[in-house]
């Protein structure tokens, strides 16, 4: 089966730019995630969405990241502007549908989208 | 989610077994206990997960101790292709499905 796709696979910008980022998930897979990796840590997730609706958006910094998942498939992230500490790679990842109670599926990852803000 | 503890770096010679500890003293009857790896420049790919019962599959082993304080992923002949960052992560059995990353195990493969 084909991967999370994900574009560009490289992004400089300056600070204050805008920039947008794509994903396109595994077919079927009903759950889409967006995780931010800065240097030497591990992933941390910005926002989880369950087909085009959003489950988990707490990690978002909202004054200037946003994502929508139209028709439940394809996702976008962006940001708007950019500060120099978002220089980090962007994962995308999906899984079938968690909202079904008990069940434990792996996520699928892309392998990211590496932002450099000047 | 309660949290893990894994050794920053572990070395391991090819074709010879690695063993990766990971603690979670203060796990919950519900958490299952997963496994992920990160090779360099690619996102992290899932390796294993289990409740209580020691799993195998095709990639690894997980061993659970009896109390579930504790496991051990186990790579039975290690390779160069498998060095890379592990991650110990522990998820609550319910419908979100949510992975908070810790900063894992580097595993370095030598010739």
């Known amino acids: 089966e084909a991967g999370v796709a994900q574009s560009p696979r490289y992004k400089i910008i300056e600070k204050r730019q805008s920039v947008a980022f794509w994903c396109n998930p595994i077919?079927?897979?009903?759950?889409l995630y967006w995780y931010q990796q800065i240097l030497g840590q591990g992933p941390k997730l910005l926002i989880q969405?369950?087909?085009?609706?959003?489950?988990?958006d707490s990690q978002l910094p909202k004054d200037r990241f946003s994502a929508e998942r139209l028709k439940g498939v394809d996702s976008t992230l962006k940001i708007q502007p950019a500060k120099l500490e978002d220089s980090a790679v962007y994962l995308c990842a999906s899984s079938l549908d968690q909202s079904i109670y008990g069940l434990v599926w792996p996520q699928h990852f892309g392998d990211g989208t590496r932002l450099s803000i000047l | 989610d309660a949290k893990t503890t894994q050794p920053n770096s572990m070395e391991s010679n090819e074709e010879e077994p690695v063993h990766l500890p990971c603690n979670h003293s203060?796990?919950?009857?519900?958490?299952?206990i997963h496994w992920y790896r990160q090779l360099p420049s690619q996102g992290p790919e899932y390796v294993i997960h289990g409740l209580t019962s020691n799993v195998n599959n095709r990639m690894a082993s997980l061993a659970i101790a009896e109390d579930r304080k504790s496991s051990t992923l186990i790579l039975h002949r290690a390779t160069l292709r498998d060095a890379a960052v592990y991650y110990c992560?522990?998820?609550?059995?319910?419908?979100?499905?949510?992975?908070?990353f810790g900063g894992g195990t580097r595993l370095m493969v030598k010739p």
């Open positions: 969405f369950q087909n085009n609706g959003v489950v988990d």
């Open positions: 077919s079927g897979h009903a759950t």
């Open positions: 203060t796990i919950s009857g519900t958490d299952y």
């Open positions: 992560i522990l998820k609550t059995y319910n419908a979100g499905n949510m992975l908070t």
